[in-house]
Every structure is written in C-alpha cells, then in structure tokens.
C-alpha cells in the first residue's frame, strides 16, 4: 500500500510532467522546422515584394486633366481609342456629375455603342485592362436574333456607364 500511495504521489505526477514536456518538446520542434522553411524563403519573398511595389509605384491610376472637364475628355478620348481599336461604334456618350470618393474624384460617362458582339466584348475587356484601371458599371447588351445555320456576324447595342478617377485637390475641383 505505501508502494502504490508513493507511486500515485509522487511518480505518477512525476510521469504526466514528464510526458507533457515531452509533447511540448515535440511541438517546439515541429515548429522550429517550420519556422526554418519560412526563413529560407524570406529573401526570394522580399525580392518579390520589391519588384511588386515598384511595378505598382510606376503604374498610373488616375485620368490626367487638370479639371474635371479636362480629365473626362481625357476619358472620354481614351474610349474612343479603345473602342476604335476593337472595331466598334460609339453611338452616344453622355458625361456623369464627378463625385469625390477617398480624395480623388470620380469622373464617368454613360456610353451606348454597337457592333459586332465580339467586337464588344473584345472592347470591355480592353477597357478593364486599360492603363489607367477604367471601372465599368450598368452594362447591358442586346443582340439581334440570327437565324440557326446563317454565316451573318451577329449585331449588338451595348450601353454602360464608364468611370475614372482624377487625382488632386476635391476642394477646389470644377464640376463639367
């Protein structure tokens, strides 16, 4: 009896102690592994982060205009060439009241075009892409009905709403 009473107060313990550093041991190595593969790709993370933060310092995010009725006939100019580029037809442009958003000003048109449905979506997608970043909203698209089997390229309207912004002062910015 005094054996096993000794056993279940002081090796017993003794043994759950033991064990549980063991395990935290174990944990502190798995993690020290971890943190060695982490370190190991520091340099190639940072030379990354590097390359990323000069791409993204270099590329231009506002409409240049020193007003807001400059800007959107920059805008509105850069449509044309992209639209012009991708084969299809501005039917109409309409100019949106510039809106201040985070310090800059949003500046937009209402557009309407047609042309061939490829042709349009060739376009928005270049708009998406452009240089600086174009914001498309409100897009809706009709097609005329072709017959099955016709070789006709299929026509479409188009209409949407495209916006930029312009960097600068807000206070003082004009409205177009």
Request: positive net charge; proline residues 4%.
């Given at each position: ?5 000794v056993?279940?107060a002081?090796?017993?313990?003794l043994?759950?102690l033991y ?11 798995v ?7 982490v370190?190991?790709q520091?340099p190639?993370?940072?030379t ?7 791409s993204a ?5 506002t ?6 009725a400059?800007?959107s006939?920059?805008l ?6 992209i639209?012009?580029s991708?084969?299809?037809?501005i039917?109409?442009t309409?100019g949106l009241?510039?809106e ?5 000003r ?13 042709s349009i979506v060739?376009?928005?997608?270049a708009?998406e ?5 174009l ?6 698209i009709?097609?005329?009905i072709?017959?099955?089997?016709s070789?006709?390229v ?9 916006f ?9 910015a004009?409205?177009?």
């Amino acid at each position: 009896m005094v054996v096993a009473a000794v056993y279940l107060a002081a090796v017993a313990p003794l043994i759950g102690l033991y064990a549980d550093r063991e395990a935290r041991l174990t944990d502190r190595q798995v993690l020290l592994a971890r943190l060695h593969t982490v370190a190991a790709q520091l340099p190639a993370l940072q030379t990354r982060l590097a390359e990323l933060q000069a791409s993204a310092s270099a590329r231009k995010i506002t409409v240049d205009g020193s007003s807001d009725a400059l800007a959107s006939a920059n805008l509105q100019s850069r449509l044309q060439a992209i639209a012009a580029s991708s084969g299809v037809a501005i039917s109409s442009t309409e100019g949106l009241p510039a809106e201040n958003r985070a310090g800059y000003r949003r500046l937009g048109l209402r557009v309407a075009v047609n042309g061939e449905y490829h042709s349009i979506v060739r376009m928005l997608a270049a708009a998406e892409k452009a240089n600086p970043p174009l914001i498309i909203g409100n897009l809706w698209i009709r097609s005329g009905i072709r017959a099955p089997g016709s070789t006709n390229v299929a026509r479409a309207d188009a209409g949407f709403e495209l916006f930029g912004f312009r960097g600068g002062d807000t206070v003082g910015a004009s409205r177009p």
